[in-house]
């Protein structure tokens, strides 16, 4: 975009590996939106399947190669670099967005003035009537999860403030984005979302999850549904990272502490040998690297601006919210 050119509102950013014919069909998604001001960066991780570049011809969309594979974390952070606009988004390439999707956006954010962090309602694209997520969880004893994944979509879909959000259709304030430094790049893949969200609560920033925001998720497209080696290991590993960067002192050997519990328990009782290994995997190599994700807790504890009573308000106590997907908003 020329110097002078308008700075439109919002930046899209879609990072793409591999995602075969999903990517055009998300393309054609933002293409259809009802609130046109925005520009798209698509950034390719050195996809293999020929699903990049898509043909469009649409000035507002920029195609970016990588030459390797970066991430969700990094791509998204290079995807989103340079940006003037006021807002930005993050949609997967396994995403499709519904019309009126950052209209939505637009119009929840004008409502609440004071968030800088919204998710979408995820609907299943293979099941539109099933969730596939309505914003994140953390619970007590060190695991998160996606809130109101598998329920149908007839339960009452949350509106109003969550602990954290997806990033597969996240919509963010730059200024916000670029002050917390972007997506931890360590992280590689999973739980970067919810380490941003939390940094940023920390903070005493909110995150609020937008009902009428809806996108239609593949997941897992790309990747493997977070069933392979490399999902469970990254996955395990990186929750480790996560608690022990955000929780306030009382409330971390509680929640590391479950989780070793609760990971070595479910490795156990996985008959796929690889599984196995891989939970186990993921669960060592989280405490092997901890002290340099030491040295980020301080930065990070030494600009928390809420006490740990709040925080321990934002966890989930009761162990049945896990198993039942249930949405816990904080706030309306």
């Not at 996560?242 to 502490?257: E, Q, T, V």
């Amino acid at each position: 975009m020329a110097a002078d050119a308008p700075v439109p509102a919002i930046r899209v950013a879609v990072v793409n590996y591999n995602s075969g014919p999903w990517l055009a069909r998300c393309l054609a998604s933002l293409q259809a939106q009802t609130f046109r001001d925005f520009e798209v960066v698509v950034l390719d991780n050195a996809s293999t399947d020929g699903s990049f570049p898509v043909a469009l011809d649409d000035p507002r969309f920029t195609f970016v190669e990588a030459g390797e594979n970066l991430g969700f974390a990094a791509g998204n952070n290079r995807a989103l670099c340079g940006a003037r606009t006021r807002w930005l988004a993050l949609l997967n390439p396994d995403a499709m967005a519904e019309p009126d999707w950052l209209e939505h956006l637009m119009d929840e954010a004008k409502r609440h003035p004071r968030v800088r962090i919204f998710g979408s309602t995820q609907l299943r694209a293979d099941d539109p009537a099933t969730l596939d997520g309505t914003g994140d969880c953390l619970g007590a004893w060190g695991l998160a999860w996606r809130s109101g994944f598998g329920r149908p979509r007839a339960d009452a879909v949350p509106d109003g403030e969550m602990i954290a959000v997806c990033g597969a259709a996240l919509f963010i304030d730059r200024a916000l984005f670029e002050r917390l430094g972007g997506f931890e790049e360590k992280f590689f893949c999973y739980l970067e979302d919810v380490d941003l969200c939390l940094r940023a609560r920390l903070a005493g920033e909110r995150v609020r999850q937008c009902a009428s925001a809806v996108v239609h998720h593949a997941g897992g497209a790309s990747t493997d549904g977070g069933r392979s080696a490399f999902s469970l290991t990254l996955g395990r590993r990186n929750l480790v990272w996560m608690l022990a960067r955000n929780l306030p002192l009382p409330l971390l050997p509680g929640a590391l502490a479950g989780n070793a519990v609760l990971t070595t328990l479910r490795a156990a009782m996985t008959p796929d040998a690889q599984q196995r290994t891989a939970l186990l995997r993921g669960l060592a190599e989280g405490y092997a690297d901890l002290l340099p994700v030491l040295a980020e807790r301080r930065r990070i504890q030494s600009a928390r601006r809420v006490g740990t009573v709040e925080v321990a308000r934002w966890l989930e106590w009761n162990p049945l919210s896990m198993p039942s997907r249930r949405a816990r908003v904080l706030k309306d």
